[in-house]
Each structure stands twice: as C-alpha cells, then as structure tokens.
C-alpha cells in the first residue's frame, strides 16, 4: 500500500470523496471493462474507507463440507498470501446421468476484483459439467447487452448461470437481479475476498488477457479497489437465496463442490 492510501486511512470521515486522477485514468487501457468505467464515473467512497475491509458473515448457506476426495497439489506460492495460496481443486469431468442432469436453472453471481479467482472457479464448473453450467464473462463478449443476451441463451438451454464480472456494486448487480426476476430463477451471490496485493499479482502474470494488461494490472484494480461495495446486510438478505464471502482457498474449493451438487 502507498504512503498516499495509508495516509487516507488515518483521516477522519470527513475527507472528500476518492478520484481518480487524469494519469491514472490516461495510463489504463484505452479499452477498458465497461465495470472498470463504471467505476471510475461512479466513485463515491469516502477516502478514509479501507479498501480492504471485510465481512465474514454469511447470512446464506453454510460452507459445503470439505470433501476427503479433493485432490490438491502441495506447491505454495511465496508471493501470495498464505490463505489463498493454494492450487484451486481438481475435478474431473462428470458424466450426464439421470442424477446429474436433474437441476433446475438457478444463477450464482460472483463478486470480486480482477484476478480474484472468479474465472478460475466458474471453468471448474463449466469444465465438469458443460451441460449444466454457463459462464457469462464480460472480458470476453464486451460488453453488459452482450451478457444479458448470453444469459437468457443459456438459460432457454436450461443451464445454470454464472455471472463471471467484478459486480463491484449494488447498481451493477441490480441488473443481474432483475433478470433472475424475470426469469424466476434463484440468485446464490459469492464474494472472493481475496487481498487487492494478490489479485495484482495474479493480474500481472496473466498473459494476453482480454481487457487487463500486465503493465496496467495496478491501476485497473487499484480503480475498481477504490468502487468496491460488498452488498449491504438489506441486499444480502433481500435479493440472494443465499450469500456467501469465501475468505481462503479451500473455501472456494467447497463452494465448487457445492455446486456441483445443487439442483436448483
């Protein structure tokens, strides 16, 4: 963290809102996420707000049981932190069967900054079971309209959904919300809580990433770090069936066995 950002930490609460500066804005992509846009023309935090403050109740599911099967490989990354160090799970492929192909469409939209790990955990799902899961990703159809359509495309295919964008706000969510309306289908809402260090880090070791590149990893998640609203306790209990903050490693590992086994 810069001198600047822990300087704002210390202030009180009457500092004026956070900006972004014209060399920050001027030095990301020129074709940014429509998310990371949006956050810059909607900054409305307080300086003195931490960036990385947490909550790690959950008013939605419990955490799905770890499971003895889970095969995991022993490398540590010593520049990560030590929580969410390890690899993600290993699932092979699940066949359809009668068991598995009974589900009713439901969505799960993820909430994180970028390389928080949400395209990791939405491919184990698609990877294991292609016919039951689709991931909507904005970084690759471009823009909001294009999602929505994917989404409704899916869901007419009677798959579950995954809405794999930061969704750093009430206002972004409300869309995905008003389509599950729509639709009639239930929301589970997944929060990655990983720290904003680790996701640059992530970020700048992606290589030929659609919208973030390496040199402007820092910025662009510094941008939506500074956005970043996690759903209020109303939004949690009003708009999920259920709500879930994953704090480490092994927390994501059960929420994709989780899903693998939910029917609806």
């Not at 500074?226 to 490693?249: A, C, D, I, V």
Request: aromatic share 6%; proline share 7%.
């Amino acid at each position: 963290m810069s001198s600047e950002e822990g300087s704002h930490q210390q202030e009180g609460s009457n500092d004026p809102p956070a900006t972004i500066t014209n060399d920050e804005a001027a030095a990301v992509d020129p074709n940014p996420l429509m998310e990371v846009q949006a956050a810059m023309e909607s900054m409305q935090l307080s300086s003195s707000r931490k960036e990385d403050d947490v909550t790690d109740e959950n008013d939605g599911w419990e955490a799905a049981p770890t499971k003895n099967s889970k095969k995991r490989r022993n490398k540590r990354n010593q520049n990560s932190s030590p929580q969410w160090s390890s690899p993600p799970i290993m699932v092979e492929p699940i066949p359809p069967t009668p068991q598995t192909t009974n589900f009713s469409p439901f969505m799960i939209l993820l909430i994180g900054l970028p390389g928080s790990g949400k395209s990791t955990f939405s491919n184990l799902l698609v990877e294991a079971m292609p016919y039951k899961f689709a991931r909507i990703n904005q970084d690759q159809l471009g823009t909001r309209q294009k999602c929505i359509k994917a989404a409704n495309e899916a869901l007419d295919d009677n798959k579950c959904i995954i809405l794999d964008r930061c969704n750093f706000d009430s206002a972004q969510r409300s869309t995905w919300f008003d389509l599950a309306k729509k639709r009639k289908i239930p929301v589970y809402g997944l929060a990655l809580q990983v720290p904003k260090l680790l996701c640059i880090q992530r970020c700048q070791g992606r290589g030929n990433h659609e919208t973030v590149a390496a040199k402007d990893a820092a910025k662009v998640v510094n941008i939506v770090a500074r956005g970043f609203q996690l759903p209020s306790k109303e939004e949690q209990q009003g708009k999920f069936r259920s709500y879930l903050t994953l704090l480490n490693s092994s927390m994501l590992d059960d929420a994709v066995i989780h899903f693998l086994n939910q029917s609806g």
